[in-house]
């Protein structure tokens, strides 16, 4: 076997290598353009986040500057009498939502033939609800007490207590009441003695 060449210009097998170095190239050259796109793509986008940061930047230093404005235009006073107006109001409305008819059914089935109602104050308030002063006249005292004990027995009332008791110039027994109403709390009600 002849293992010389014998041709004037030997032949070297080049086009796989020139296909390869061309296939690579258009690779480097792909890759070259996905980045310089990319990087103009994200440049672009950094200049305009850049303009809306300074913007919004900017923007929140007028309203902070708005608000300190403001802020030193209002009066506490004014602060102080609108609220001091709502509250107010708030007491209208709950005493205008407060039930008179429910309250004087209530009596009406707790109380026993020898006692009498002659003035009912209440005052409502949010965190504790709505106590009740009522003043009664009874012949005696054990009438006074029956009729303390047939408030609590109508479950609208809690904790019914006397503040004050005397024996008025009639002779009949004048006691004060103080109880808690709970309106709608009435599950007794219906077996409180008359």
């Given at each position: ?32 353009a ?61 005493r ?6 429910e309250l ?38 054990n ?15 809690a ?7 005397h ?21 007794g ?6």
């Amino acid at each position: 076997m002849i293992r010389t060449n014998l041709s004037t210009r030997p032949f070297y097998n080049d086009r796989a290598v020139t296909v390869g170095l061309v296939v690579i190239a258009l690779v480097v050259a792909g890759a070259t353009a996905f980045n310089v796109t990319r990087l103009l793509r994200y440049s672009r986008s950094d200049t305009r986040l850049t303009a809306q940061a300074e913007h919004d930047e900017a923007r929140a230093a007028d309203l902070r500057g708005a608000a300190a404005q403001l802020r030193a235009t209002v009066d506490p006073r004014q602060i102080d009498a609108a609220s001091v107006q709502a509250r107010q109001a708030n007491d209208l409305i709950d005493r205008r939502t407060f039930s008179w008819t429910e309250l004087l059914n209530l009596f009406e089935t707790a109380l026993p033939p020898d006692v009498r109602i002659t003035s009912v104050r209440p005052r409502v308030d949010r965190k504790s609800g709505t106590t009740l002063e009522i003043t009664v006249i009874g012949r005696t005292v054990n009438d006074v007490g029956e009729f303390m004990q047939s408030l609590g027995k109508t479950g609208a009332f809690a904790g019914v207590r006397p503040v004050e008791e005397h024996e008025n110039e009639q002779g009949m027994w004048e006691a004060s009441l103080e109880t808690v109403y709970t309106p709608g709390s009435t599950a007794g009600a219906a077996g409180a003695p008359r």
